[in-house]
């Protein structure tokens, strides 16, 4: 049984028996056989086979091979009636590049002759060759250079420049290589080949950005269309022929690596010049609608995109195009591609970028949607990435930690009043901690201040679970960067150990220790509780017959009181299945909430017993149990006791 329709064509091209063949093989081979045979003995045939063929091609595209003699099919002499010719021409899409020999095939049949298709026919194959609009526009611009050349009235009619004639065939051939080239990719172990990008498959969509040509090659040298692999491109690279456009790095990851370990001025300056130019020209366009439309722009903006996250590096011209966009831009258009472009912004004085680009982003983005603050604030995260990457992949000045530390400032300012609306949303205070959670993970090496005292006594009295377990963890990992004794980095300054010691004790003196809001120890702060307030507070806890010091303990607090009781039930009902005979062997049962007087009582009553510190412990080991890892973590890493406990 033949497996491919290539397998398929041969056997019928050696007379083998193809009764096996599936329905789409045994159609081309039908195809093959009714083109020798006379009219009659195919009529009722024709179209099934036909409409089966053309309908493989139009899903999946044909393979070189298949291609080829599909050609001869329709360039031949043959009995197939003129309409499934037709039909076949019209489907003739290529999966992949067209060889060479096919285009001579095709242009070779054209003529009158014996031998030569019906004229028909040769109109169809010739509708794209001869009278496309797009090849009267090109040999009009010839004509006009080389009149000796082009004559007669082959430069004839009033066809459009450069239109594509068809463009839903054209569109369909788009779609079929390009999924022929991902197929193709998935089949080499799911890695892109180290080769330059060639994007023939792809002229259904209009690039401005030149492919990788080496055109000024001599014998001997090597050019990176000749590298095919990573031991090819490394023995080669001290030999390679800088290609003719060095504008292609923006979309062949090939060049860009070849210009990383090649780094060259006058490289750069070409890039810079041709971007400029390029994107001077859609600034004109932009400036009275303001709203980014068109494939081309956003093609050329999401290649220079990619350009920066292989480089690192926002080219110069793109910066500008940048900062002259702030001044009429919508916010709306594209909006993920721009923001993300301006992460890439280079650190400079942060009172620059602010004047420059920051302030003006701001204005437009407050203006057109409601949750432009957390937009704003996940944008500050994604520059601050890109910034710590920078510092700690170089050496750079002291000025540039100082645009990181600023940057830290104005991004808190921001979240303080996200944090003072009445009800801020879960993912701002998300985005809130993963700008700190971004900041944090730099230290030690880079020397940034912790989080404000005043953020972080807003974020402690959440509702949210993941959220605290989440402030838990970045003061835990404040914590370990700070007193680690293996780090060769300075020791941080005197503030910022005071701001980190108040974030510990106010945090533990709420969950572990039963002080809250309590001011006595060393550097506690009280989560900032204005001391005038703290009279009322008692009094409005203990009408209730509540404690205020331990109103936020593991017990109490919001997020964590349904998952301690629920804790302490399981505890309960494994005491209670140890009885085989299942009876009942505790005498009560806690109602809740659990407190280390209430624990003494029901033990008393016949109850569960445990010590108040088990307790506890047992919580956090469910907490752990349920991803909830941020608050054992902190006080893991804190409470003495626990420490001692974790180190055993």
Not at 41 to 66: D, M, P, W, Y
Not at 317 to 331: E, I, N, P, R, V
Not at 446 to 451: G, I, K, R
Request: one cysteine or more; a neutral charge.
């Amino acid at each position: 049984m033949a497996e491919t329709l290539d397998e398929a064509l041969s056997e019928v091209e050696a007379g083998k028996s193809v009764k096996d063949i599936s329905l789409k093989r045994h159609a081309l081979i039908d195809a093959g056989i009714a083109s020798q045979s006379p009219t009659k003995q195919k009529r009722n045939r024709t179209s099934s086979f036909v409409e089966v063929i053309c309908s493989s091609a139009f899903e999946h595209g044909l393979s070189q091979t298949v291609l080829g003699r599909l050609i001869d099919l329709v360039t031949l002499p043959n009995s197939l009636d003129q309409t499934s010719i037709g039909q076949l021409i019209q489907n003739l899409y290529p999966a992949d590049k067209v060889t060479d020999d096919v285009v001579v095939r095709v242009v070779g049949c054209l003529g009158q002759g014996q031998s030569r298709p019906s004229l028909s026919s040769q109109l169809e194959l010739s509708r794209t060759i001869g009278h496309e609009p797009a090849l009267v526009g090109l040999i009009r611009t010839y004509k006009d250079y080389y009149p000796d050349i082009v004559v007669g009235e082959a430069a004839a009619g009033r066809a459009t420049l450069f239109k594509d004639p068809d463009p839903e065939w054209s569109e369909r051939l788009v779609k079929i290589q390009e999924a022929h080239a991902q197929r193709r990719t998935v089949g080499q172990n799911g890695q892109h080949s180290f080769k330059v990008v060639r994007r023939g498959a792809k002229r259904g969509k209009i690039s401005s950005i030149p492919e990788v040509h080496t055109s000024r090659a001599h014998e001997g040298s090597i050019t990176l269309e000749d590298v095919d692999s990573v031991d090819d491109f490394v023995q080669k690279l001290d030999r390679l022929e800088p290609p003719d456009q060095i504008v292609s790095a923006l979309n062949d990851q090939l060049m860009r690596t070849y210009l990383l370990l090649r780094p060259s001025s006058a490289a750069s300056r070409r890039l810079e010049n041709w971007l400029a130019l390029q994107l001077d020209e859609e600034l004109e366009s932009l400036r009275d609608k303001g709203v980014i439309t068109g494939s081309r722009l956003k093609d050329m903006l999401e290649s220079i995109l990619n350009y920066a996250h292989s480089t690192k590096v926002l080219p110069s011209a793109s910066q500008q195009f940048l900062k002259s966009l702030m001044l009429f831009w919508d916010g709306k258009s594209e909006q993920t591609l721009i923001l993300n472009l301006l992460s890439y912004l280079p650190i400079t004085l942060f009172e620059t970028l602010k004047q420059e680009y920051l302030s003006r982003l701001e204005r437009i983005l407050l203006s057109c949607q409601p949750n432009a603050q957390t937009k704003l604030l996940t944008y500050y995260n994604d520059l601050c990435r890109q910034w710590t990457v920078l510092l700690l992949s170089s050496n750079r000045p002291p000025s540039a930690l100082k645009s990181l530390t600023d940057l830290a400032a104005h991004a808190t300012t921001l979240s303080l009043s996200i944090l003072a609306q009445p009800s801020p949303s879960i993912s701002a205070t998300a985005a809130i901690l993963t700008f700190q959670e971004t900041l944090t993970h730099s230290l030690p090496v880079l020397s940034v201040p912790p989080p404000s005292s005043l953020l972080t006594s807003h974020l402690t009295f959440t509702p949210s679970l993941s959220t605290l377990s989440r402030l838990c963890s970045l003061i835990t990992t404040l914590k370990l960067a700070y007193t680690s004794p293996a780090t060769s980095a300075p020791p941080p300054p005197a503030p910022s150990r005071q701001t980190l010691n108040t974030l510990l004790i106010d945090t533990c003196n709420l969950f572990w220790r039963n002080r809250a809001l309590g001011t006595t120890d060393a550097a506690a702060q009280g989560c900032l509780a204005p001391p005038t307030l703290l009279p009322a507070l008692r009094t409005h806890v203990a009408a209730r017959g509540l404690s205020l010091p331990s109103l936020f303990s593991l017990s109490h607090a919001v997020p964590l009181a349904a998952l301690s009781i629920a804790c302490f039930r399981e505890m309960e009902d494994d005491v209670e299945a140890e009885d085989g005979n299942g009876k009942v062997r505790l005498g009560a049962r806690h109602a809740g909430p659990v407190t280390q007087r209430s624990l003494q009582q029901l033990a008393a009553d016949g109850g569960l017993e445990l010590d108040w510190t088990e307790y506890r412990v047992r919580v956090l080991a469910y907490l752990d149990q349920r991803g909830v890892t941020g608050i054992s973590r902190l006080m893991g890493s804190t409470m003495r006791g626990l420490m001692a406990s974790n180190a055993g």
